[in-house]
């Protein structure tokens, strides 16, 4: 399989606790990424994708997944950060593609919603705030949410603009 290499993210992903994930590994051909089909056929009937998980709280556990789409972690229950190791392409516990490249996975706790608030903008507001309106009508709106992130507090403005038909927000 020369000329073959497995590539996971490269970034630390950052997760909540209780969702689960799945971590996309690609299969490069030289310096393209192979599409799912071709990385399917290019190995042998019963083939997988495997990686080793380990973190705060568990013992090392066994990652599967489909090759061409990615390794499925289950929820983390506890803020830290993970690691999935020894990331292959194994056939009956056989390796038959590998990597020697680790990927991070930040488990941020639990994210709390403590409120939720709309305002509605101004259309000196909606410029400021970088949205372009097309045609028709709008109703433009703020929501502010507060949320805690395991012992962290953030505060997020996201400005949204609403069309509306006939009438009827959509």
Not at 44 to 50: I, R
Not at 52 to 57: A, E, H, K, M, Y
Not at 97 to 124: F, K, N, R
Request: charged content about 15%; proline content about 7%.
């Amino acid at each position: 399989l020369v000329g073959m290499r497995l590539v996971p993210p490269a970034a630390r992903i950052d997760v909540p606790s209780g969702a689960t994930l799945l971590v996309p590994i690609s299969v490069l051909i030289g310096d393209r990424a192979a599409t799912s089909t071709e990385s399917i056929q290019l190995f042998p009937s019963g083939a997988q994708l495997e990686g080793t998980l380990t973190g705060p709280g568990m013992s090392a556990s066994l990652l599967k997944g489909a090759i061409g789409s990615g390794l499925q972690v289950p929820a983390l229950g506890e803020a830290g950060d993970y690691w999935i190791r020894d990331i292959r392409i194994a056939r009956d516990g056989v390796p038959i593609l590998d990597t020697p490249d680790t990927v991070a996975i930040h488990c941020l706790g639990e994210v709390l919603i403590g409120g939720v608030t709309s305002t509605p903008m101004t259309m000196e507001e909606v410029r400021a705030s970088g949205i372009q309106l097309g045609h028709g009508d709008y109703v433009a709106t703020r929501f502010t949410m507060a949320l805690t992130i395991g012992s962290n507090k953030v505060n997020l403005k996201i400005p949204v603009a609403i069309p509306v038909y006939n009438g009827q927000e959509a």
